[in-house]
């Protein structure tokens, strides 16, 4: 089976800490860190039930034993992404960090969450591993929220990413407001998931809808809205006509089309190639969530010789690209976060 084209050397000459050269050419958006803090690094993963088997199925689909789950699984993640990376079309992949779930009065919840991945896990791997560039990702009601802030600015971090239906955040609080401000005035942008998840624990369903997104649009933050507000099963809200409407007020709202190309998730992943949709799409694989491209050949979007081709690819990465590819999206989906994600030049004015 064809493990898709590689960019021979190109990659491996941006050695520079997240240079503008680092930043150009094509990038994932979305794809995350995953851990069990087993050299120390603070992180923590606890898995049960679905959730346990959910795991253990991605690692298996991307080539990785379920043992790694006991082990150092930092490492051998990490190792292995950089790796399907540099043998993929991308040029670089945002590394998400995952937040602790905190109460609104900004206590942390550790009885609550399946995984926890620190900051300095993705800024230390982007500092050695050239193809990373780090997502952070910072719960607003922290009380340290504004100084860990400036500490993720100043260690290089790219964009901010949250998932504020399972990490209890209401982006709608007006106390976050100088939160929202300082990320505006760097330069970093927001991240946000939107719609339905099944991969972690839901905490509040109701804080997957995109409309809450309101306040830190106005606050001056460049917001890309992850999965367009799609739903991600058959019970949950799709909120992909919320988002499309607030396309229309504000210019500095995006969307990505990560796991996009899933079983269930896949449902508006056409609808993203409509001319007022189009140019605010970003390219984003939600690596590790599989990519499984057979309902887009069942309704017809793709013929059965080209999802061959597509599924059959072994790099997961290159394999969400093809299948993107294939419906018709441009090269530009994937150059676009060029001109979003805050850059070294960013970084010496703020």
């Not at 969450?113 to 993705?122: A, E, I, Q, T």
């Not at 597509?310 to 790099?315: A, E, K, L, W, Y």
């Not at 999206?329 to 994600?341: M, N, Q």
Request: with cysteine; aromatic share 8%; hydrophobic share 40%.
């Amino acid at each position: 089976m064809d493990s898709g084209p590689t960019k021979g050397n190109a990659s491996r000459l941006m050695t520079a800490p997240l240079s503008d050269k680092r930043c150009a050419g094509r990038i994932d958006a979305h794809v995350h860190m995953v851990g069990n803090g087993f050299a120390g690094s603070g992180g923590w993963l606890r898995l049960t039930g679905w959730h346990r088997w959910l795991a253990g199925f991605m690692l298996r689909q991307l080539g990785i034993p379920a043992s790694a789950l006991e082990g150092d699984l930092e490492a051998i993640y990490a190792e292995h992404l950089g790796k399907l990376v540099r043998e993929s079309s991308m040029d670089a992949v945002v590394l998400l960090a995952h937040e602790r779930v905190h109460d609104p009065d900004g206590t942390p919840r550790g009885d609550l969450g399946s995984m926890f991945v620190p900051n300095d896990v993705v800024l230390d791997l982007a500092k050695t591993v050239p193809e990373f560039l780090p997502g952070v990702s910072i719960h607003p009601a922290r009380r340290d929220a504004l100084d860990e802030l400036e500490r993720c600015l100043e260690g290089g971090a790219v964009l901010m990413k949250c998932l504020p239906n399972c990490q209890n955040i209401d982006f709608s609080a007006t106390r976050f407001r100088r939160f929202w401000e300082r990320m505006a005035e760097s330069g970093l942008p927001l991240l946000a998931h939107t719609g339905g998840e099944h991969t972690v624990p839901v905490i509040n369903a109701a804080l997957a809808d995109p409309r809450l997104l309101r306040f830190p649009l106005e606050c001056g933050v460049t917001v890309i809205a992850a999965h367009c507000g799609t739903s991600s099963g058959g019970f949950d809200h799709d909120h992909f006509g919320a988002w499309a409407e607030l396309l229309r007020e504000f210019p500095n709202l995006y969307g990505d089309i990560s796991a996009m190309v899933s079983l269930n998730r896949c449902g508006h992943l056409r609808d993203c190639r409509r001319g007022e949709i189009a140019p605010r799409i970003l390219h984003g694989s939600d690596f590790p969530v599989p990519v499984l491209g057979h309902r887009m050949w069942l309704r017809g979007w793709i013929d059965r010789t080209t999802f061959r081709r597509c599924q059959s690819v072994r790099n997961p990465l290159e394999r969400d690209w093809q299948f993107k590819q294939a419906l018709g999206f441009p090269d530009d989906i994937a150059t676009r976060a060029t001109g979003l994600l805050r850059r070294e030049n960013q970084r010496a004015s703020s």
